[in-house]
């Protein structure tokens, strides 16, 4: 089930700091996504920006040749795998995983490295694991956000680094329906307190 959000921007901030929603794979050391999933730009104090956390994920890979597959549906429980076909690379979806909980990409081309990626609405949500041939990357994606901010302001086509970002908390969406994110905190001069992100108004799946 799709999860509604809304941001609300009940802070003290004075530089029109972005805010950056990101996710975390469960399986570490694998690598996380180089940038955010989400960014809310220009959201002033009194603002609001409504979005959706989708239920659908999606999964493709970019292989040593720089190219993109396209995305296919993935949910827990399912392998795919990278394949060589006469027409060139592709992915499909072999049967259920091994790890009932996980999403799972397997590199069984003969040669060439490539990196598993995990979709949400459209935008990188979890990836950067590279997988040699023969060997397998694995996603368990559980319906929590990280939140960080960027004081400093990006082109609103331009990625956003997760390295950059301060404040950051982690909230758990497990369950839920609806909720507002409400920002607070900051303000001017050195007795500005740091960002802080809670969930209110819950309702319940």
């Known amino acids: 089930m799709d999860i509604r959000l809304n941001f609300i921007n009940n802070s003290n901030d004075t530089h029109n700091t972005q805010v950056l929603f990101y996710s975390e794979n469960l399986l570490p050391p694998q690598a996380g996504p180089a940038a955010a999933w989400k960014v809310i730009r220009n959201c002033g104090p009194?603002?609001?920006?409504?979005?959706?956390?989708?239920?659908?994920?999606q999964i493709g890979y970019l292989d040593s040749d720089g190219n993109y597959t396209p995305r296919l549906p993935a949910?827990?429980?399912?392998?795919?795998?990278?394949?060589?076909?006469?027409?060139?690379?592709?992915?499909?979806?072999?049967?259920?995983?091994?790890?009932?909980?996980?999403?799972?990409?397997?590199?069984?081309?003969?040669?060439?490295?490539?990196t598993a990626q995990i979709y949400k609405d459209g935008r990188l949500y979890a990836g950067g694991a590279v997988i040699h041939p023969g060997a397998r990357a694995e996603f368990v994606l559980e319906p929590r956000l990280w939140i960080g901010t960027v004081?400093?302001?990006?082109?609103?086509?331009?990625?956003?680094?997760?390295?950059?970002?301060?404040?950051?908390?982690?909230?758990?969406?497990?369950?839920?329906?609806?909720?507002?994110?409400?920002?607070t905190g900051s303000g001017p001069g050195d007795d500005a307190s740091p960002f802080q992100f809670t969930l209110q108004n819950i309702v319940m799946a």
Do not use: C, W
């Open 46 to 57: 009194g603002s609001n920006h409504p979005f959706t956390y989708p239920a659908a994920s």
């Open 75 to 114: 949910e827990a429980g399912q392998s795919f795998a990278a394949t060589f076909t006469n027409a060139g690379d592709t992915i499909r979806m072999t049967g259920p995983a091994t790890n009932p909980q996980a999403i799972e990409l397997i590199n069984t081309l003969p040669s060439g490295a490539i």
């Open 151 to 183: 004081s400093q302001m990006t082109p609103a086509d331009s990625p956003v680094s997760m390295s950059v970002a301060q404040d950051n908390s982690e909230i758990s969406l497990l369950g839920i329906a609806s909720a507002d994110i409400v920002m």
